[in-house]
């Protein structure tokens, strides 16, 4: 029997600790805050505690897609983590978030393509699914730290970046949930933007960090400015030719939440209605990685879900750069009721 990948439930979790655009203001020479709202659509952010590191994020929003999905972590085959914000450098998050949450029967590895890491992390996912009979259940979630890595007299990267996670579980059906997946890069910018001290080419030797070296997120070098408006059309264009599907037949789509005119102007490219989208940096900030599943999850829980038969696809890109797009059928009701 052929086997498919289905969405089974969403989770996600923010943490407590709120920063406004106005607490940042007194920190430059002039203030951010109707800048952040006019160019990105960033009015607040949240910051992860001082005990929180990133599988305590990742497992939080885990517990909350097993549990609206009626599952235990006894249930799952396979834990994938999509992160560039890693516990450590090795071994991977997804072995902590298993020991956490006590799903001692699941592989697990993370994926690291940067913020497109959780639409490449669903790809492998569902093909995992479809391959390998002993796969039943998988947790694809994505995690975000990355205020922990911030410069905050930086304002350029202090004022958008912002921690949380988010968590979708999928299941074996013989019906398609997943209907097609693409990924592509331009490996010329992978210099523009990332975390580009402790690796092995520029590691964190206590030399390193004592002289001013600790890792943080930096803009390096240009990338075009209207790369996602650009690239996102075509790659979605690509993927819902693959499905089969043509535009007017999405009911959502989510894409990388850096930038709500970004969103804005591919929705009008694309010639659909700015409802059949959802945002959530305007509260969240940006959660990299995680934004994506989180705001697939606020979308459900805010009664935005496509219905079974309908279709959400998923569009990303992240430092590298890297890009995804991946299409869906819903197969079951995701409920918008949070607990």
């Given amino acids: 029997m052929t086997r498919y990948a289905q969405i089974l439930s969403t989770g996600r979790y923010i943490p407590a600790r709120r920063i406004t655009n106005a607490e940042l203001d007194g920190r430059w020479d002039r203030p951010?805050?109707?800048w952040l709202v006019d160019n990105v659509g960033i009015e607040a952010r949240h910051v992860m505690s001082d005990d929180e590191t990133t599988s305590d994020l990742v497992v939080a929003a885990?517990?909350?897609?097993?549990?609206?999905?009626?599952?235990?972590?006894?249930?799952?085959?396979l834990l994938i983590v999509a992160t560039d914000t890693p516990d450590q450098l090795s071994p991977a998050t997804a072995s902590v978030v298993q020991a956490k949450l006590e799903a001692l029967h699941a592989g697990t590895f993370d994926v690291n393509a940067a913020c497109a890491g959780w639409v490449t992390a669903l790809d492998l996912a569902?093909?995992?699914?479809?391959?390998?009979?002993?796969?039943?259940h998988v947790l694809v979630c994505g995690g975000y730290a990355m205020t922990r890595f911030l410069d905050w007299d930086d304002k350029r990267t202090a004022t958008l970046f912002a921690d949380g996670?988010?968590?979708?579980?999928?299941?074996?059906?013989?019906?398609?949930?997943f209907l097609a997946g693409q990924l592509r890069a331009d490996g010329r910018y992978h210099g523009a933007l990332g975390i580009y001290t402790g690796g092995a080419r520029h590691p964190a030797t206590p030399e390193r960090v004592t002289a001013g070296g600790k890792p943080h997120v930096a803009f390096v070098e240009q990338f075009p400015a209207t790369f996602n408006s650009e690239q996102w059309p075509p790659l979605i264009r690509a993927v819902l030719e693959r499905a089969g599907l043509p535009l007017r037949a999405l009911d959502l789509l989510v894409f990388t939440q850096l930038n709500a005119r970004t969103i804005e102007q591919v929705m009008g490219v694309l010639e659909l209605p700015m409802e059949r989208t959802h945002?959530?940096?305007?509260?969240w900030g940006y959660l990299g990685s995680a934004c994506i599943p989180a705001a697939f999850d606020d979308a459900v829980q805010n009664g935005k879900a496509p219905p079974v038969g309908g279709h959400v696809l998923f569009c990303a890109t992240g430092g590298g750069l890297a890009m995804g797009a991946s299409v869906w059928r819903m197969t079951h009701a995701l409920g918008s009721a949070r607990e």
């Fill in 62 to 77: 885990a517990r909350q897609a097993l549990q609206r999905a009626g599952r235990t972590p006894a249930d799952v085959d």
């Fill in 165 to 177: 996670a988010g968590a979708v579980l999928l299941g074996a059906g013989d019906e398609p949930g």
């Fill in 279 to 283: 945002m959530i940096m305007k509260e």
């Fill in 126 to 136: 569902a093909r995992y699914i479809a391959t390998e009979p002993g796969v039943r």
């Fill in 32 to 34: 951010v805050s109707q």
